[in-house]
């Protein structure tokens, strides 16, 4: 086993860039996935004779978006001064409060806006091909 302080400290370092890395992910991926799903939901819920997004546009979104702009976040360097911030208390969860607000707030202001495009769209009297092209 290597007790080597210096390699000590940086496993440290990266134990925190990892941990940060990880909720910048999940603070881009879960809104846009959530509000992918719940579009089509609120679509099927108000009645709407098709699906807000195609199939191929969720494949698109997931494939190219998510997971190139996921990769970014994952790989980044740290953080300016990650090592002088004080040690996380044991038992801290990875979504906290303010993280789960914010990934609920995206996820809303997401739907509300697609939703709310594809109504608008419709209603200047596009078809169908049209309203989801827009």
């Known amino acids: 086993a290597d007790d080597n302080f210096a390699t ?3 496993a440290v370092r990266e134990g925190r860039v990892v941990w940060d890395n990880l909720r910048k992910v999940l603070l881009f991926n879960t ?6 799903g719940m579009t089509v ?3 099927m ?11 191929i546009q969720v494949l698109y979104c997931n494939l190219i978006c998510a997971v190139t702009l ?3 976040l994952a790989v980044e360097p740290a953080e300016d001064g990650i090592m002088t911030q004080p040690p996380r208390r044991v038992g801290k969860r990875l979504i906290g409060r303010y993280l ?10 997401l739907v509300a806006f697609t939703v709310g495009a594809v109504f608008w769209v419709f209603n200047m009297g596009y078809a169908q091909d049209k309203v989801r092209a827009q």
């Open 45 to 55: 819920i108000c009645g709407l004779p098709y699906t807000p997004l195609t199939p």
């Open 8 to 10: 000590i400290v940086r």
């Open 41 to 43: 939901l609120f679509g």
């Open 100 to 109: 789960l607000f914010r990934i609920a707030f995206g996820t809303v202001v």
């Open 31 to 36: 809104p846009v996935n959530n509000a992918q």
């Open 70 to 72: 996921g990769f970014v």
